[in-house]
Every structure is written in C-alpha cells, then in structure tokens.
C-alpha cells in the first residue's frame, strides 16, 4: 500500500499526537507551524505548572466537556493512554492536587516539548517552521515562507491552529477568515477559562493578590468550590473559570463565602457576637471579604444579622465583564462542530481536518484543555489511517 503523506499545521498538543499516532503507523508527516519553534502556547501552559491532564475516573472526567464529539474523543484516548505515552518519551508523570496530573518534580516544560519533537523526529517527522497558511483545497496547502508563497501537497491535512488567546505564541486566530471565506462554519471567538471583571470593583484593588479559600461559587445548577484570587480587575480562580458558560448565558453568578456552615448556623453566631465586626471576625472571614461586605451593603442589610447571613451564602457577584481574549487560557468559537463529523473531518474538504482548541468546545482548566486537544488528535489520525 502506498505511504500516506500528511501535512499538520499547527505544533501544539493537538498537533503532536495526531503526528505521533500517523508517523507510528508510517505514514509520511511534515508539520508547519507560523512560529520559529514548536508548541509556543504549550509551553506558556507549562508556566502554572504544566497540568497536562487529570486523574479523574473517565465518565467524570467527559462530563467536563460540552460537546459529545470531544467527550468521545477522550473515551478513544483517554488520560491514562496519554500518561502511557508521555513515560513512553521518557516524561514520567504523578498526581497533585485535586487529581491534576503534572511530569515529575524537576522536569522542565520545555523537556517535555524536546522529548516529544525528538521521538517524532525519530519517526522521521519533519518540521518546518516559520510557514503561514494562507489558503488550502483538498489536497493542497499554501503557506507564505520568508515573503514567498510555496504549495505543500499531501494525500491529507491536518489544521490544529489552535484558539486566539496569547497571540505571541502564534495561536493568533487569524486563520477564522480564511476558513469562513471557505464557507466552512465558524463563530467567532470568545474568551473562556477567564477571569471576572467586577463593577464598581476600585476599593477591592488594594486586596490584589490575596485569597479567599474554601469557598463556593454558584449559578443555576452548577456549583464549584475552591480558591477564589482577588485581581486589579475583579476576581479569578478556578470555581471562577468553571462557571464562565454561566455568564455568557446572562445567568447571575453568587459567592458562598461559607459553605462549610449553614445560613441559620451563620446568624447564630452573629447574633451570639457584641457586634457585627467581631461576628464577622468569629466566622473566620479573610479581611477582604469584610471589607467587601461593608462595602457592597447598604447599611440597613449589613446590621441585620440575620439578612447578613442570608447574603454570607448568596453574595451577587455584580460582573461586568470577561477579560479581554488576548489574555485569557482559552478561547470557544472557531470551526463549528457541526462543520466537522465525529473524525473530526471538514465536511466541505473530507480530506482535510480539524482537532483542538480551534474547535468551537469548551471545558475547564485542571488538564482537560490539553486532553481534549490531544484525543481530538488521536481520533483524526485513526480516522486518515483507517481509510484505504
Ligand atoms: C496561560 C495559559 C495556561 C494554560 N494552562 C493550561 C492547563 O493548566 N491545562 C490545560 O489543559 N490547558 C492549559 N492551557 C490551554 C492549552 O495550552 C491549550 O488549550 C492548548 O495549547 C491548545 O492546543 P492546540 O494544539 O489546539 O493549539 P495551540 O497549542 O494553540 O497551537 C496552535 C499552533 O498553530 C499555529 N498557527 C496558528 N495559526 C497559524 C497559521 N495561520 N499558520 C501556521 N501556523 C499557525 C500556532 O503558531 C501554534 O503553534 C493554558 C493556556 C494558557 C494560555
């Protein structure tokens, strides 16, 4: 049979496991990239710590998706078959915290990175960096390469351009209009795993920095708890990025800076205290949230104990904004998943697919971003070698 070729581009996580999976079966693959080196958002990724997946069992872990098609991908490939291969390239990985899986103490983001283009250079991957898409059909890629245009042909391609966050890395999201003068269905990007800017949020700015722990954030049908940070802006964390969706939808988010206790347990001890700062003070609460308190109350609500309770456990949190694209983890929008079937193939060019986070999805940080990304190209590299 003849050797299938495959042109990939994009070098990010997505990018390099539909690479691994074509070039372990032989088949012929050149990634492109717009950068000088591979997998620049990656490694900025690796900064927080380099949380590549996640622990969880895998029918929880799918729930973390919003599209049945990612969710499928990740039963194809899941964590536990990209921990395999990550000791496979010699990146040895452990569990920490909440079950966020990071490569061993002392193995640096950029060894991670090195270990995997070797393995694929090893395979015989060859990469060609500094190449901009700038049209394709079928079976052909055109890319810009030092001021001139060059066409690629490949019985495949692969695009794995990621989402428009971090721009510096090369994910810049410029590729959206050359992919929607193609007709092919795309939205247009939005920030996601961000941040809320907070009304009226300037006497909160001098609190930047510090935390608030334990606590649980709330909307409709959905709750998250963990560490929330108070920012210039307004307030980021976790529970913050996990209810994202929530806001977009125009559902109104709430803080419970005390689930450990119920409302009547919390108007207890206030009406126990001499007066409502020391009631605050017994229940433990970090000065900012006090602060906040005072600040976002009108005076009558703030000394009635029992309404203060009340709010203790339902604070409305006044956002008014996500953060600008430009700085947040990831981004939703991008090629539709009703442009792609469940191979994650362009309906419009059968030839060609999409994988990662250039795909209209959504899911948390905590490693599912890169999971997602990498069995998204797992399934797209089956779905090539599958076909005679
Ligand atoms: C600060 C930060 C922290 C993060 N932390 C985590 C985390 O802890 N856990 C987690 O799971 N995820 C995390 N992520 C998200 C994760 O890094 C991304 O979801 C993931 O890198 C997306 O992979 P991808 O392969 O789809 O695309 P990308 O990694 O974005 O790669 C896309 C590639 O395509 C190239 N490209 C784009 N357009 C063109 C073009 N026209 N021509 C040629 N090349 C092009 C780009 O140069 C880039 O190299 C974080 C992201 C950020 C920014």
């Not at 390239?89 to 915290?97: A, D, L, R, Y």
């Not at 490569?103 to 270990?115: D, F, H, R, S, Y």
């Not at 052909?140 to 692969?158: A, C, K, R, V, W």
């Amino acid at each position: 049979m003849k050797t299938k070729s495959v042109g990939i581009v994009g070098t990010g996580p997505a990018a390099l496991m539909a690479g691994t999976v074509l070039l372990e079966k032989g088949c012929k693959v050149v990634f492109f990239d717009q950068k000088k080196a591979v997998a620049r958002k990656f490694l900025v990724a690796g900064n927080g710590g380099f949380n590549l997946t996640n622990d969880e069992e895998l029918e929880k872990f799918v729930c973390h998706y919003n599209t049945e098609k990612i969710k499928d991908s990740v039963r194809s490939f899941n964590n536990t078959d990209f921990r395999f291969f990550l000791s496979k390239i010699g990146i040895e990985t452990f569990v920490g915290s909440s079950g966020k899986i990071f490569p061993l103490k002392g193995i640096k983001p950029i060894e991670v990175v090195k270990a995997w283009q070797d393995y694929l250079i090893h395979l015989g991957a060859i990469f060609k960096m500094e190449h901009v898409l700038k049209d394709f059909s079928e079976c052909e890629l055109i890319f810009e390469h030092n001021g001139n245009l060059i066409t690629h042909m490949f019985d495949h391609s692969i695009f794995a351009l990621g989402g428009s966050s971090w721009s510096i890395t090369g994910s810049d999201g410029n590729w959206l209009k050359l992919f929607s003068e193609k007709e092919i269905q795309c939205k247009k990007f939005e920030a996601s795993n961000s941040g809320f800017e907070l009304f009226g949020h300037d006497y909160l700015r001098d609190f930047a920095g510090k935390t608030i722990k334990n606590c649980k954030v709330f909307s409709e049908n959905e709750e998250k708890f963990g560490e929330l940070v108070i920012t210039e802006y307004g307030i980021e964390g976790p529970p913050i990025y996990a209810l994202n969706g929530y806001y977009r939808e125009g559902k109104t988010i709430y803080i419970d800076f005390k689930p450990s206790m119920t409302e009547s347990l919390i108007a207890d001890k206030l009406q126990k205290a001499k007066n409502i700062s020391e009631g605050l003070r017994d229940l433990k609460l970090p000065k900012v949230v006090i602060a906040w308190l005072k600040h976002d109350l009108n005076k009558e609500d703030y000394q009635n104990k029992i309404k203060l309770a009340e709010i203790i456990k339902n604070f409305q949190l006044n956002v008014s904004n996500l953060r600008p694209i430009e700085e947040v983890i990831s981004t939703i929008g991008g090629v539709e998943m009703n442009a792609i079937n469940d191979s994650f193939q362009l309906k419009m060019f059968p030839k060609s697919y999409c994988i990662g986070e250039m795909l209209d999805w959504d899911a948390p940080t905590g490693g599912y971003l890169i999971q997602g990304c990498v069995s998204s190209g797992y399934v797209a590299a089956k779905s090539i070698i599958a076909q005679s």
